[in-house]
């Protein structure tokens, strides 16, 4: 029983983990007003833009128990097109760190934003995330595993294995290193990173 008690705590506290460092984060009082009043960032940014971006981001990579605040101004009548794509644009940026450190809480975004049950807020996020999979299970996210192989001088790209990853839907697709041909100038051979 304890044991269960202790994985549940363990679980729960994965996912409300930060995902900017101490220093980045905003300041507490700043996360307790939009918990507070969510819809202030509404007036805040008017246009959406890139402002409100940075804004959505900092909030949900400061503190993931913001995410059910942006969602509600997502499922808000009062949320202009233009709103809805810049926090969906937010909160992409913050389940594509989250990937990287937490992906439990990259995983919570997604969930979310597909809970929504909102087309466009749907379509917004897969635009913004190029529909590619950000929490991938096993390595490296959207950008595949494996390392890249010498590219030799016939200017061709050569390495980098493809892996499975689950994109935004549950749709499985291959995720494939994109071929690149070309020339090279010099006549030594590089390896590509």
């Given at each position: ?90 909160l992409a940026l913050v389940a594509r760190m989250a990937a990287q450190t937490d992906q439990a809480y990259g995983t919570e ?46 200017g061709s790209a050569n390495g980098g294995s493809s892996g499975t ?29």
């Open positions: 029983m304890v044991a269960a008690v202790a994985l549940v705590v363990t679980i729960a506290s994965v996912a409300s983990a930060a995902v900017y460092p101490p220093q980045r984060q905003l300041p507490a009082q700043v996360i307790s007003d939009f918990k507070g009043s969510p819809q202030t960032l509404l007036q805040q940014y008017p246009n959406g833009g890139p402002q409100m971006i940075l804004r959505v981001t900092d909030l949900g990579a400061s503190d993931p128990t913001t995410l059910p605040g942006l969602i509600a101004l997502l499922k808000d009548s009062a949320t202009t097109k233009d709103q809805m794509k810049a926090i969906v644009g937010g975004i997604q969930t979310a934003i597909a809970g929504t049950q909102n087309a466009d807020v749907i379509a917004a996020y897969q635009a913004a995330t190029g529909d590619a999979a950000i929490a991938a299970t096993g390595g490296g996210g959207a950008g595949g595993s494996g390392t890249g192989g010498a590219t030799g001088t016939s990853a689950t994109t935004f839907g549950g749709t499985p697709r291959t995720n494939t290193a994109p071929s690149f041909s070309g020339s090279v100038a010099s006549t030594g051979t590089s390896v590509s990173p």
